[in-house]
């Protein structure tokens, strides 16, 4: 037994020693040109398209690369590996976090980043610029997903736009009346529906708040409901605690929600479109709208890793997931409006565009693309700092009490 | 094999070393790094883990009102369900053990086991069901609306549920081990079922009440789950240490909201091991 003292000992240096190495934190100082003058690490873009390598390793969310497992009439994986020789590998990422984690690992090629996570894979070096010469599709795609904040750096492509979506204000039309225009009506303190409010339950939802108060309180200087400092921040969570007394429940996923509006334990709240194409199905009378102030969404964005082993079958796939054909079957299988101008052409059911506005530049010009807050505000501003990730989320526990 | 029988030593290193390997490596090491951690901050921008020794964590964790209230709030949770299951365990254990014939003591055992074979999810979400509006509940209360809806009494009951198997079986165990001869002399000797109870039957089914709430107790304070589902917008530790780590990715902040529980536990494990529950697990 005196031995074993020391074992243990031994045991837990090495194990300290091996966390100890792996990982890494790294400084983010400096002057560039990125949003607040972060320095963008340089990674060369591919210059020509070689040979596929015969395997690509992607990162995705669930549902955005099917091969025929989960349901046998959803593949396009599988005509791409016929046709390409690339051999799919596909790694199901639950969140955006887990996402960035995965793709420092550099065993994967390429990855389909939300805007909450492709500014710190840009800036953490381990995503490169894209050559959308390369991607033959890329002209097709909506310009309105093209070299935005969150896909491209000083009108540098980064990335090759997926899918986007708007988070909608949902309600049941035989129990909310009138039929509200306003988030005011999850804000309104004296609201009937007391109990029966629903909200995303995410930190991300801060920016919702954020979003009211840049259209109802224009003294506040809000520009973008991602870039808050202290007053500004504070006065949003300030609005999400009196919101928090008539919160029924908040949703993470949307079977609950689907559910939750169902039997009427939610009439209003936050939802997204397929959400609501669910509940209708259900035979519940629910609408969904884009209030006045407009709404918070996400886009995403199929990026490549500066690390990839299997560059050329990357860009194959980039090319192939934004092709009309896959394009239109995940954003049917997923809920979301494609990237592609041709999808629209190819989807089984003919109005998917129209319900999911995807030729509605106008309606998507009113929606705030989820992004990461940063300390460095993606507004731009110099002079003040603004909340970070980390501080939402710690705001948001203080949020739900 | 010869060889590993002349030598006893080797033998017993052998036999040992996977288990030993496990205790150290696996278990004590993670809780050692999670307490390390709990330590360290991260980068706000790259999500990054900075290792250099900080308090603010747990200066967060005290200044902030919010982890004080959450953290009672776990501990009223966790109290009501060991409570209600041990209202619930005690006459049924005592029943099985007691009562009940042999034979069907063997199938009230198979049947108490029974809800572990399903799925947690599915029983939470079948609780969600049962909770809704207009659901089961509120139509045996008289009408949607009447029931108790999702937030915490929702939590407790379905903690309650979900955990009260590991309550009965180690009361089942500690009566199964009264002989019955004990309770005949008892009587015997003139004491009624109140007296017999008491001095008889209570010395033993204390240590196995405390086994059993070691699980109900710690099970609750770690849970996220069923709150997520049946607990309306109620959050307790669990929910906190998921949402540092998944949405904010902020392992050592998450490692030291964690290290609340193993306080909690460490000072209920101290408190209960002098009533003897320790040996009764």
Known sequence: ?401 | MSYLHRHPRLRLAALLSAPLLWLVVAYLGALTVLLVSAFWTVNGFTGGVVREFSLANFRTLLTEEVYRAVTLRSLGVAAAVTAICVVLAVPMAFFMAKVASARSRHWLVIAILTPLWASYLVKAYAWRILLANGGPIDTLLGGPGNGPGYGLFATILVLAYLWLPYMILPIYAGLERLPDSLLEASADLGARAGRTLRAVVLPILIPSIFAGSIFTFSLSLGDYIAVQIVGGKTQLIGNLVYANIGAANNLPFAAAIATIPVVIMVIYLVAVRRSGALEEL
């Open chain 1, 1 to 401: 037994m005196r031995d074993s003292g020391k074992t243990i000992m031994a045991a837990l240096a090495a194990g300290m020693l091996a966390l100890a190495g792996c990982g890494g934190g790294g400084d983010s100082g400096g002057t560039g040109s990125g949003p607040g003058g972060m320095p963008v690490p340089k990674v060369d873009k591919l210059t020509a398209l070689g040979a596929g390598e015969g395997a690509v390793n992607v990162v995705s969310w669930a549902g955005y690369v099917e091969d025929g497992s989960t349901d046998k009439s959803v593949d396009w994986v599988t005509p791409f590996e016929k046709e390409t020789g690339c051999q799919v590998n596909n790694k199901v990422a639950a969140t955006s976090d887990e996402m960035v984690t995965l793709m420092k690992t550099g065993d994967y090629d390429v990855v389909s980043a939300s805007g909450d996570a492709s500014l710190r894979l840009i800036y953490g070096g381990d995503v490169a610029p894209v050559n959308t010469d390369l991607v033959a599709n890329y002209k097709d795609i909506f310009d309105g997903l093209k070299n935005k904040t969150w896909n491209s750096v000083d009108g540098v492509a980064y990335g090759v736009p997926h899918g986007r979506g708007a988070n909608l204000l949902m309600y049941r039309t035989d129990t909310v009346k009138p039929a509200p225009t306003s988030w005011g009506a999850v804000f309104d303190p004296n609201s009937p529906y007391r109990g029966k409010i629903t909200a995303y339950d995410s930190p991300i939802y801060i920016a919702d708040a954020a979003l009211y108060l840049m259209k109802t309180q224009p003294d506040l200087g809000i520009k973008n409901p991602y870039a808050l400092d202290d007053k500004q921040f504070q006065a949003s969570v300030d609005l999400l605690k009196e919101q928090n007394k008539m919160i029924g429940e908040y949703w993470s996923d949307y079977t609950k929600e689907v559910q939750a509006f169902k039997s009427g334990n939610s009439v209003i709240g936050t939802s997204w479109q397929v959400i609501a194409n669910l509940t209708k199905a259900d035979k519940t009378p629910v609408e969904a709208i884009l209030p006045s102030e407009g709404a918070t969404g996400w886009s995403d964005t199929w990026m490549i890793s500066s690390k990839a082993k299997h560059p050329n079958c990357g860009y194959l796939w980039m090319n192939h997931i934004v092709s009309p054909k896959a394009n239109a079957q995940v954003a049917e299988w997923f809920g979301e409006a494609p990237a592609n101008k041709l999808s629209c052409g190819e989807t089984t059911d003919k109005n998917h565009c129209t319900t999911f506005h995807a030729e509605d530049e106008s309606y998507f010009d009113q929606v705030w693309y989820w992004t990461t807050p940063l300390a460095r505000c993606v507004d731009g501003r110099t002079d003040v700092t603004c909340k970070d990730y980390s501080a939402w989320t710690q705001a948001w526990t203080t949020i739900k009490g």
